[in-house]
């Protein structure tokens, strides 16, 4: 049985490999300029994930449609899981792997950013949701592990975290997820 010391140890262990990581950082950096280059053409920007990243999407989402560190006027983000409805229809329809793809072919513009997270990065459902934004001419961010997974492939930008193991991935995410939300809050508004 591993310690609750032990588990904190490797949770700054990967955040030190990340600091360490200037091409991660850089990525990080990429991310929140495409999401401002968005918001300022008018775009949205859309969030999925399963389980675990469906949250952290969720979470994403809601700091830019509410406000993170000041307050200012809300941006158009949505986590795709949302519609209950959409979800269990599709679902039930055609297949689970398509609810986030179908959601998009309906709504997302080549001036939007879909962020993409899977700890594998080999979740089908969202493989699917990012190909489908790129065919809509869309700009697709991936939030993964250190492989990728076959969602790499479909991506414009990769964030991956250096690990392997998804509770240090996901506590990972939720930093980036956090940064990049301050950096887009302050680059559209903090001078106005």
């Known amino acids: 049985m591993r310690s609750i010391e032990q588990i904190l140890t490797e949770t700054i262990a990967v955040k030190t490999r990340i600091i360490d990581d200037r091409r991660l950082l850089a ?3 990429e ?3 495409a999401m401002v280059r968005s918001y300022r053409a008018g775009g949205r920007a859309y969030f999925c994930g399963n389980g675990g990243s469906a949250a952290d999407a969720q979470h994403f989402a809601a700091q830019l449609s509410g406000h993170f560190i000041f307050d200012r006027p809300p941006l158009a983000a ?7 409805s959409h979800l ?3 679902a039930n329809d055609y297949d689970y792997e398509s609810v986030f793809a ?3 072919e309906g709504s997302i513009r080549p001036e939007d950013v879909l962020v993409a997270i899977s700890t594998s990065g080999d979740s089908e459902s969202i493989i699917r949701a990012a190909k ?3 065919d809509k001419g869309a700009t697709v961010v991936a939030f993964t592990g250190e492989s990728g997974g076959a969602l790499r492939e479909h991506a414009d930008l990769l ?6 193991d998804t509770g240090r991935i996901q506590e990972s995410h939720i930093v980036f997820i956090h940064a990049i939300s301050e950096r887009v809050e302050h680059d559209l508004f ?3």
């Open 27 to 29: 990525v990080g950096d």
């Open 31 to 33: 991310i929140a300029a």
């Open 78 to 84: 949505e986590a795709l899981h949302g519609n209950a």
């Open 88 to 90: 269990t229809a599709v």
């Open 102 to 104: 179908r959601a998009l």
């Open 132 to 134: 489908a934004a790129h």
């Open 159 to 164: 964030l991956n975290v250096p690990s392997s």
């Open 190 to 192: 903090a001078a106005a």
